[in-house]
């Protein structure tokens, strides 16, 4: 339990100062410029975040390989994965940046969303996707340094740009008067910022990482298995979103003002993820590691922590859900409609949420242990279950709906990989 919580405690801050950058983004446009630039943010977030976990979810399988193989102590294959796996992110994230300026305006007017949102939409992805390729390199060398052990750099780097970006935040948007372009530029300036800073701090600090210009190779056979282990995470974070983009559309008969609080509450939501995510991310490097070091009974103590830690974490935070939904939900606006509508989802949830934070300790082993694809499979389940219960419950329920919906497929999750993690790691301890 030490080990995990004071590997997982610079993760969650920066979990937490990642999540910042959204929500700052939110309160500046919300506070500075008006609802309607407000719901044009709330209309992109589902854009970039299924973007945006395509490429975390793809570090983070490369992460895992990447700890299996610093366990084994075998550098020189580290530098080759590195230099595949760099190379070959480069270029799918310029295609990726292509196909969402190609294509988002058409999916947003397609939900129904009105043209005066879809111009601000527009106006602040252009710019994110411009830059999408810092966002990659960020979360790739992030992923990487936790792999070889390091979760403090990342969070120190993090917490420099977090607070820079709300800085330019405010300077550019309420000094300058740059409008939503202002929070955009903000956004990628500080992406830009944070990647020069970590190749740098490899590059001088941590030698079996680094890379010099002939190293720069990309190699079939290396890109091969990367390719098995980081499409499959790549794939299991762009369902969840992809589901939550879905759900988006299927609330918009209900109102602008229903969609941006929902889309607000699902910024509560990711901060909350923050704790779990940074607790599960700390156990994929500890059983990766020691899956690569050989040592099964630490495998096991690293999934009995992680999940005391869990399930401690979220009846903290669901209590304060449960309490002060409408206060946390004013903190983006103070339009009675949206703030009603946030807090509901919120308000309902906060319990629920328990069920989301198991699963995400179920599935951290699995990935520790390389078996990537059967998480994919079980999001993708889930995901497809709250897509079709929202379709049929928003008309009846509203946004309550939804929690139903989504509640429901987090309990199917833990219930079809529960088990069978449980009887894997018995079976793991008895070879």
Request: one cysteine or more.
């Amino acid at each position: 339990m030490p080990t995990l919580l004071i590997f997982a405690a610079p993760i969650i801050l920066g979990n937490v100062f990642q999540q910042l950058y959204n929500i700052v983004d939110a309160i500046v446009v919300g506070k500075f410029l008006g609802d309607l630039p407000l719901a044009g943010i709330s209309v992109a977030s589902p854009v970039m975040d299924i973007l945006y976990s395509l490429l975390i979810g793809g570090s983070i399988g490369v992460g895992v390989l990447a700890g299996q193989l610093c366990g084994a102590a075998d550098w020189d294959r580290i530098k080759r994965a590195h230099a595949t796996a760099l190379t070959g992110g480069i270029g799918i994230t310029l295609a990726l940046s292509l196909l969402g300026l190609a294509g988002t305006r058409s999916v947003l007017l397609w939900q129904g969303t009105s043209e005066a949102v879809v111009a601000q939409a527009m106006a602040y992805l252009r710019v994110i996707l411009g830059g999408l390729v810092f966002c990659f390199l960020y979360n790739y060398y992030v992923a990487l340094l936790r792999s070889y052990g390091d979760s403090r750099t990342p969070f120190v780097v993090l917490l420099v740009s977090s607070s820079l970006h709300a800085l330019l935040d405010v300077l550019l948007c309420g000094v300058f008067d740059l409008g939503i372009y202002g929070v955009a530029y903000s956004t990628v300036f500080c992406q830009m910022l944070s990647t020069v800073w970590l190749m740098a701090f490899i590059h001088r600090r941590c030698p079996p990482l680094a890379l010099r210009r002939a190293d720069l190779h990309f190699e079939r056979k290396e890109a091969r298995l990367l390719l098995g282990y980081a499409w499959a995470a790549a794939l299991q974070q762009a369902v969840v979103t992809i589901g939550r983009f879905l759900v988006q559309g299927m609330l918009t008969p209900l109102g602008e003002n229903s969609v941006t609080g929902y889309n607000m509450s699902q910024r509560v939501e990711q901060f909350l993820f923050c704790f779990s995510q940074g607790i599960s991310a700390a156990m994929v490097v500890g059983i990766s590691q020691n899956v690569g070091r050989g040592s099964r009974e630490r495998v096991r103590a690293f999934y009995r922590a992680g999940a005391t830690a869990e399930i401690t974490v979220i009846l903290l935070l669901g209590t304060i859900c449960r309490i002060f939904p409408e206060q946390i939900l004013h903190i983006f606006s103070d339009h009675e409609q949206i703030v009603a509508a946030g807090a509901r989802y919120t308000g309902t949830m906060a319990y629920l949420y328990i069920f989301a934070f198991l699963g995400e300790i179920i599935q951290s082993y699995f990935r520790g242990v390389g078996h990537l694809r059967l998480t994919m499979v079980a999001s993708l389940l889930q995901v497809l279950l709250r897509v079709v219960l929202s379709f049929f419950l928003i008309p009846v329920m509203g946004i309550t709906g939804v929690c139903a919906a989504v509640a429901t497929g987090w309990i199917l999750l833990v219930a079809i990989e529960g088990p069978y993690s449980i009887a894997q790691v018995r079976r793991l301890l008895s070879n």
